[in-house]
């Protein structure tokens, strides 16, 4: 129904109310299905909570999204699982990463850490982590959020594009609202997966702060047949590398976070797939949106400056996870099993768990070393060379950082550091430039050789051109050659 303004209604108000009434069931949309498009389970509890948010998003409707929504989200699904960690398991696991300090400093120049690494749970690791993942979803939540207002209102029926006037804050709010709850669903998810705080590869944490989610580290060693001391050791020595790195390089965190906030900038969505979901659109299926949002499909096809932006992102974190593989094996030599966990650890980050590939739809984004092992390769290859002090000093500033190129020729980044790339003779200069000259047909004279060479010896008389069999007078030598058959080739 038009909003009269003799009446004094009020189209938000108006519109308002149908929501209302359509998240109440009256509408049409089965409550618990509502739930299942959130990500969340359709149990009275969980359908009370979606209601609850989404109305609150409604009342609310500014331009920003609620994102202490994905919070609350994150912490249920990670407490619902959620074990106590045992006196005898902390004692333990403190004891780990003491000594995984002592070696730590035996393999890297990069100094200890200010803060005591901590025992967190899973819950506590998503509040502790969620800002990060909102920073990283906010531009991909914005857009979906923005174009969903778009086709709503083109997609309205014309009694009710007066309601729709001035309504974009409160659909964007509810928009956002739901994809707010669906990244904290993935995060809370992800929480049971994770064993550390640096396990990503991206900094979820505060620059300096190492932790170990004792209950996930516990899972992450069974079925391996190595003993737990082994593997906790291991992962305490690898959590503290990754914290030290970006404690040490102050940069580090803030270049990887701004590039990641760039490519997501650039992400577009895919409007007419949108249009066509809404005009499909049937209340009482709104798992059709959710399944749209989740599996990526309304993010159109990355663009070349995008792509261009990825291989970056992509070679950074390799360089760190490479940096982190390397500096944890030097400082884990003394265990029997270390080179087993570290395949584990490489299978793990290529193939990813569930919740990360639900995440990397989710942003749009695979945070994935996919050279990594090229960039292990490296660095091993820098630490022969120069040892462990100058491959370190290598953090110290961006500008200092190696680049894919590296990746791709190790040598020629260890020519440059150790400067072997400056011991070229000038005569292999001349000769590269002879053999280019000789390529492109410009064959230089003898006088110009001996010029060349610093000689001051003259060939005027027995001057031959190898081009044409002519000397350099003109005149034809067919004579001068042996046997008079013809000229000298």
């Keep these: 129904m038009a909003s009269d303004p003799d009446n004094g209604s009020n189209p938000d108000d108006e519109l308002r109310e149908l929501l209302r009434n359509l998240l109440s069931g009256q509408g049409g949309i089965d409550p618990s299905q509502l739930a299942g498009a959130a990500g969340l389970p359709g149990d009275p509890a969980s359908i009370a909570a979606i209601f609850s948010q989404l109305q609150g998003a409604m009342n609310r409707a500014d331009d920003g999204i609620d994102w202490s929504t994905a919070l609350r989200q994150g912490e249920q699904r990670a ?31 990069l100094g200890p850490l200010a803060t005591t690494p901590e025992l967190l749970t899973r819950r506590s690791w998503v509040a502790a982590s969620m800002p990060v993942w909102t920073q990283l979803a906010e531009p991909v939540a914005g857009s979906i959020a923005d174009a969903l207002t778009g086709v709503m209102q083109e997609q309205a029926p014309e009694e009710l594009q007066s309601m729709l006037q001035g309504a974009g804050r409160m659909i964007r709010a509810v928009g956002g609202t739901l994809f707010a709850m669906q990244l904290g669903q993935v995060v809370g998810e992800l929480a049971t997966e994770v064993v550390s705080g640096g396990d990503i590869g991206i900094p979820v944490l505060e620059d300096g702060r190492a932790a170990l989610l004792p209950q996930n580290v516990a899972e992450f060693g069974d079925g391996l047949d190595i003993p737990t001391s082994e593997v906790e050791l291991y992962l305490a020595v690898r959590e503290l590398a990754h914290a030290r790195l970006f404690k040490h390089a102050r940069w580090l965190r803030l270049r ?60 950074l974190l390799a360089l760190i996870e490479g940096w982190v593989d390397v500096a944890t094996a030097a400082a884990t030599s003394r265990l029997p099993h270390r080179d087993a966990i570290a395949e584990t650890i490489r299978r793990r980050r290529a193939s990813g768990g569930p919740a990360e590939s639900a995440l990397a739809t989710l942003v749009g984004l695979e945070l994935r070393p996919r050279r990594l092992r090229e960039a292990a390769a490296m660095w091993t290859a820098v630490t022969e060379a120069v040892g462990v002090t100058a491959r370190d000093g290598l953090w110290a500033h961006p500008d200092l950082l190696p680049t894919a190129d590296d990746l791709d020729e190790p040598a020629r980044l260890v020519a440059r550091l150790t400067g072997s790339d400056t011991l070229t003779t000038s005569a292999d200069d001349e000769f590269d430039q002879a053999l280019e000259a000789l390529l492109r047909g410009e064959t230089p004279t003898l006088d110009e050789q001996a010029a060349a060479a610093g000689d001051d010896v003259e060939v005027d ?14 005149e034809d030598d067919e004579d001068d050659a042996p046997g008079g058959d013809g000229p000298v080739r």
């Design 79 to 109: 407490a619902a699982e959620q074990r106590q960690l045992s006196d005898d398991e902390r004692a333990r696991l403190d004891q780990a990463l003491g000594l995984a300090g002592l070696w730590l400093d035996e393999a890297v120049e």
């Design 461 to 474: 008389e027995f001057e031959i051109d190898l081009r044409d069999g002519e000397d350099v007078d003109g």
């Design 256 to 315: 990887f976070l701004t590039a990641v906030t760039e490519f997501a900038q650039g992400i577009a969505v895919d409007t007419s797939r949108l249009e066509e979901l809404a005009s499909d659109f049937d209340p009482s299926n709104p798992e059709a949106l959710r399944d749209a949002v989740s599996s990526g499909t309304l993010i159109l096809p990355r663009s070349d400056s995008q792509q261009r932006a990825l291989d970056r992102i992509e070679t």
